[in-house]
C-alpha cells in the first residue's frame, strides 16, 4: 500500500507514485491511499487497473499550528482502511505523512516504509525537522541519493536506504540530437533557477540554437519578460507543461538544469534516458550523482551565471561531441535507472524489512 497527499499535480513526486505502484502491481497487490479524494480524470498519470485506489476525503494539516495540526481525522480514516485492507507494507510517500501512518498502523504488524524525495535541508526547517524525526518512527526510510543518505546519518537518523527513481521513458526511441534545441524542463519557480538560466542564455555564443523552457507555474510571465529585457526572446521558446514531454526530449540536443537544489532530478534521469548529454548547476543533492562529469554530461559551479554561460558556448560549439555524450548517456540511464534495475532494489527491501 503507497499513501500519498494526492495524485492531482504533475510533478516528480505524483509520477513516481504511480509509476512505482503500477511496476510493483506486476507482482504484488498494491493499492494507492490518497488523503485528498482521487479522480482519475484529474490524476495526469494513468494508474493501471490492476492497482486499487482508495481516499481519506480529507485534507492535510501541515502546520503545526492550524486548527487540525494533529490530523486526529485523518488517522482514523487512515487506520479504518487499513483494519480492512490488512497490507504487509505500506509506503509512506513524503516524510510529513509519517505523522498520519505511523499511529494509524501503531500495533498492526504492518511494515511502514518513509519515502522521501527531497534532501534533507530543502523547504522550511520545520520540513528538515520533520524529516530528521520520521526514521525514528518508521522501519526504514528510502532516500533517492547517497548525499541524501549522508545527510541524514550525520544528524543520527536511523535505518536509511538509498534507492534512486526510475523512468520507463524509453519506448519509442532516444533523441538523433540533430536539432539545435536545448531544453530545460520545470515549474516556473525560484527552485528551477530559470531566471539564472535565462541571464546566462543571454550571455551564451551558440549560434543557431534555441533555448527552450517547458513549464507552467507562478513565475512564467516573470521569465518572459526577463527574456525581452535581455533581448533573447527570439532565441527563445516557452511552452506550457505537456504530457507529451518525451516528445520534448526527442526534438532537442542537449538539456540543461538550473536548478538551485533538487532531491534526485527525474528530469534529468528521462532526459539521459532520451540520449540527451546534460549540463546542470552542481546543485544539491543529486546532479553529481546523476551526470559522469566530462562524460556523459557537464557540471557547472551551483548559482555561477558566466560558467554556466561559458559551459553552454562552450558544448554546444561541438555538435559531434554532443552526440556522443548522448549515447553514453543513454546507455547509463538504462543500466542504473530502468524499471528493472530499480526494481530489483525495493524487492530486496521488501524481502528484509
Not at 509520477?15 to 504484488?28: G, I, K, P
Not at 526510475?166 to 533557477?193: W, Y
Not at 551564451?204 to 521569465?223: C, F
Amino acid at each position: 500500500m503507497l499513501f500519498a497527499e494526492s495524485l492531482r499535480n504533475r510533478a516528480g513526486i505524483e509520477r513516481m507514485t504511480v509509476e512505482l505502484a503500477n511496476m510493483l502491481s506486476d507482482v504484488h497487490n498494491v493499492s494507492i491511499v490518497t488523503i485528498e479524494t482521487f479522480n482519475a480524470e484529474l490524476c495526469p498519470y494513468k494508474v493501471k487497473e490492476n492497482v486499487k485506489t482508495l481516499s481519506l476525503g480529507s485534507s492535510f494539516h501541515k502546520s503545526m499550528f492550524s486548527k487540525g495540526a494533529l490530523n486526529i481525522v485523518n488517522i482514523r480514516k487512515l487506520r479504518e482502511i487499513v483494519l480492512k485492507e490488512r497490507p504487509d507494507i505500506m509506503i509512506t510517500v513524503a516524510t510529513p505523512l509519517v505523522r498520519i501512518s505511523a499511529p494509524a498502523i501503531r500495533g498492526l504488524k504492518i511494515k511502514n516504509i518513509a519515502w522521501e524525495h527531497f534532501n534533507l535541508w530543502a523547504g522550511s526547517k520545520i520540513g528538515s525537522i520533520y524529516k530528521m524525526l520520521a526514521p525514528w518512527f518508521v522501519d526504514k526510510t528510502v532516500v533517492l541519493t547517497e548525499a541524501d543518505a549522508k545527510d541524514y546519518v550525520a544528524m543520527k537518523a536511523p535505518r536509511i536506504q538509498v534507492i534512486p527513481n526510475f523512468t520507463s521513458m524509453n519506448t519509442e526511441g532516444p533523441s538523433s540530437c540533430d536539432n539545435k534545441v536545448i531544453l530545460a524542463v520545470g515549474r516556473h519557480a525560484p527552485q528551477k533557477g530559470f531566471d539564472m538560466l535565462i541571464q546566462a542564455w543571454a550571455k551564451t555564443d551558440a549560434p543557431g540554437w534555441t533555448l527552450r523552457i517547458v513549464g507552467s507555474g507562478a513565475d512564467k510571465q516573470d521569465n518572459e519578460k526577463l527574456a525581452e529585457d535581455l533581448g533573447v526572446a527570439n532565441r527563445m521558446l516557452f511552452k506550457d507543461s505537456t504530457p507529451h514531454i518525451a516528445e520534448e526530449f526527442r526534438q532537442s540536443s542537449c538539456f540543461v538544469l538550473s536548478s538551485r537544489y533538487e532531491g534526485l532530478v527525474l528530469v534529468l534521469i528521462e532526459a539521459k534516458m532520451m540520449g540527451l548529454p546534460c549540463i546542470s548547476f552542481d546543485c544539491p543533492n543529486s546532479p553529481r550523482e546523476v551526470i559522469h562529469d566530462g562524460t556523459d554530461g557537464w557540471l557547472v559551479e551551483n548559482g555561477n551565471v558566466d560558467k554556466l554561460a561559458e559551459t553552454l558556448s562552450a558544448r554546444l560549439s561541438d555538435h559531434e561531441a554532443l552526440k556522443e555524450a548522448g549515447r553514453k548517456a543513454r546507455a547509463d540511464a538504462i543500466e542504473r535507472y530502468s524499471p528493472e534495475a530499480v526494481m530489483s532494489l525495493w524487492e530486496k527491501l521488501f524481502d528484509t524489512i
